[in-house]
């Protein structure tokens, strides 16, 4: 998009809170990122099929940021718009939760638990928003959040605002179809089961506090290539916890957790990334697939 300027005047009489140049690493896990060319902050969900349209119809590149708990943007910044959801509105109704996709999870189980339903409780250390939990089909300790998803109403660039069930999403092993189709999550309904008493939040809290590295980081980077087969093992085995490029760093507590020293860029941990995978590779002839997703200039995936 080349006229910025003109596009900035013509949106922001649709939408006047829009702001131009805004740096986005502070609305990233690992505080990596540029600038945005503009930027808005989503409070209304109704606004994000507006937003999306507008992009469309301007030939504007668009990017829906959740949490920014799993995503790195490009050191360069980006070329679009950044639309960021923070729509939260929590609805519970007998054992259901209806959330709008910028609910943050440990706020949604929060209310879950308040009106004693349970199921998700082992998601309560996970950071990030409902909606960017279905996308990638957040989970731990066995449990995953597509496990309790009802119905999903969407955004679909053609079709409108459309529902669908669980179905439809194919969730598996840290993926949904929303990472094939673009479409997105406007509203997410969880069916969940009453609270166990058992299963208290503080245990859960406890647990991840001891296992997970601190500061500026955003959990696994890599997949693990099979159930049998985590990548922490694999890169542990390789020799590799502590290794380091710039200020990007294999954590020594969790082979497979990246952490910013400091100042660490996209640039440094693309490379960090790009030789974790080849010496795993050279070493157990095994590939590893990033979980993290990087983010280029345009919107684009980079590949690892
Ligand atoms: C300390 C830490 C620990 C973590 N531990 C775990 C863990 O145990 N298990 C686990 O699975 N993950 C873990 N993660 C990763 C992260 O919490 C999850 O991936 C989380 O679900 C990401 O949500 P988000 O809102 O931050 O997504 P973002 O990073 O904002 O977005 C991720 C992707 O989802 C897309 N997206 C976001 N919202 C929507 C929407 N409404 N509709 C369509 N697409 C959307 C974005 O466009 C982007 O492509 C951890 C992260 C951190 C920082």
């Known amino acids: ?5 003109g596009i900035y005047n ?3 009489k649709i939408f006047p809170n829009v702001q131009q140049n805004v ?3 502070p609305f990233t896990a690992y505080k990596i990122g540029g600038n945005a ?3 808005y902050e989503v409070k209304n969900i109704d606004e994000i099929p507006k937003l999306i349209q507008f992009a469309e119809s301007n030939y504007l590149s668009y990017f829906l940021l959740g949490g920014g708990c799993n995503t790195i943007f490009s050191d360069k910044g980006f070329r679009g718009l950044l639309i960021h959801n923070k729509a939260d509105k929590i609805i519970v109704e007998g054992d259901r939760v209806t959330a709008d996709s910028g609910a943050m999870l440990g706020l ?3 209310e879950a638990k308040k009106n004693n339903l349970g199921g998700i409780i082992k998601l309560v250390a996970l950071p990030g928003t409902i909606g960017g939990a279905v996308y990638g089909n957040a989970g731990a300790q066995g ?3 597509g496990d309790f998803v009802e119905k999903v109403k969407l955004f679909d660039n053609k079709k409108g605002v459309i529902e669908e069930d669980n179905a439809y999403f194919q969730f598996s092993y840290r993926t949904s179809i929303l990472k094939q189709n673009a479409q997105i999550v406007l509203r997410v309904t969880l069916k969940l089961p009453p609270l166990d008493p058992r299963n208290a939040t503080a245990e859960v809290l406890q647990f991840r506090a001891q296992k997970q590295p601190k500061g500026k980081v955003a959990g696994s980077f890599f997949k693990n290539p099979s159930k049998d087969k985590a990548a922490g093992y694999l890169i542990d085995k390789a020799g590799l916890k502590g290794t380091s490029v710039g200020d990007m ?3 020594q507590l969790h082979g497979n957790w990246l952490i910013n020293k400091g100042n660490g860029t996209q640039e440094d941990l693309v490379k960090l990334a790009r030789k974790l995978k080849e010496e795993v590779k050279k070493q157990f002839d095994t590939e590893l697939n990033p ?3 990087l983010i280029d200039e345009y919107g684009n995936r980079i590949d690892i």
């Open 1 to 5: 998009m080349s006229d910025i300027v």
């Open 10 to 12: 013509k949106i922001k």
């Open 23 to 25: 740096p986005i690493a």
């Open 37 to 39: 060319d503009l930027y």
């Open 108 to 110: 949604v189980i929060a």
């Open 143 to 145: 449990v995953e959040i």
């Open 249 to 251: 760093e294999v954590s």
């Open 291 to 293: 979980e993290n997703i």
